[in-house]
């Protein structure tokens, strides 16, 4: 489960945050999580619950977007939006999609007390 390592390095900027900003306390935090990034929102919320107790963060409210992968199609030439690696290209329909964004993951918003 590689999401308690993503909520790790998390907690590494949070905590850096913290620190430099001088918060008590973590109310809310949303992230970014492009589709293509092989996270699982379900999984990445239940690592942050068991990670954060007892923190500077236990009970923050996470919220997670997930926007669309943008891929390259190299049957039109066309870059396009899509749901899933396995989509199809929307002006073509042709399968054959280079991926070139939506597997980052970004902290987007951070409501602290």
Request: charged letters at 25%; glycine letters at 8%; proline letters at 4%.
């Amino acid at each position: 489960m590689h999401e308690l390592t993503i909520c790790d390095s998390l907690f590494r900027i949070l905590s850096r945050e913290r620190k430099a900003r001088g918060f008590d306390q973590v109310r809310r935090l949303k992230l970014s999580i492009g589709r293509f990034s092989c996270l699982d929102p379900e999984s990445l919320r239940y690592a942050f619950d068991v990670t954060s107790r007892q923190t500077f963060a236990e009970g923050a409210l996470l919220e997670i977007e997930q926007p669309q992968g943008i891929a390259k199609c190299l049957e039109c030439g066309a870059e396009v939006s899509v749901e899933s690696r396995l989509s199809s290209c929307p002006q073509c329909g042709g399968y054959s999609l280079d991926p070139i964004g939506g597997d980052e993951m970004q902290l987007v918003e951070l409501e602290v007390a």
